[in-house]
């Protein structure tokens, strides 16, 4: 088996866990047969004094077909 890995920026006005689950929804709109995600990083935009939007850096793993 040959795996390919791509990395997302996933986002989310309510957490972190949302930030993933929107990165890995996006990505099976186009690529079939995930097989896992490494979550490398997270962030957010802070707006008065609040997180307005959270962030996921992620890496998603999907089975290459011959």
Do not use: C
């Not at 990505?27 to 097989?35: G, Q, R, Y």
């Not at 896992?36 to 307005?52: K, M």
Request: aromatic share 6%; glycine share 4%; proline share 0%.
């Amino acid at each position: 088996m040959v795996v390919k890995v791509i990395e997302l920026v996933g986002t989310s006005r309510h957490n972190w866990t949302d930030a993933v689950d929107n990165a890995v929804l996006e990505a099976a709109k186009t690529v079939d047969d995930i097989l896992g995600v490494e979550v490398t990083n997270f962030t957010a935009n802070v707006d008065n004094g609040h997180i307005a939007e959270y962030k996921a850096d992620v890496k998603i793993a999907f089975q290459v077909h011959h």
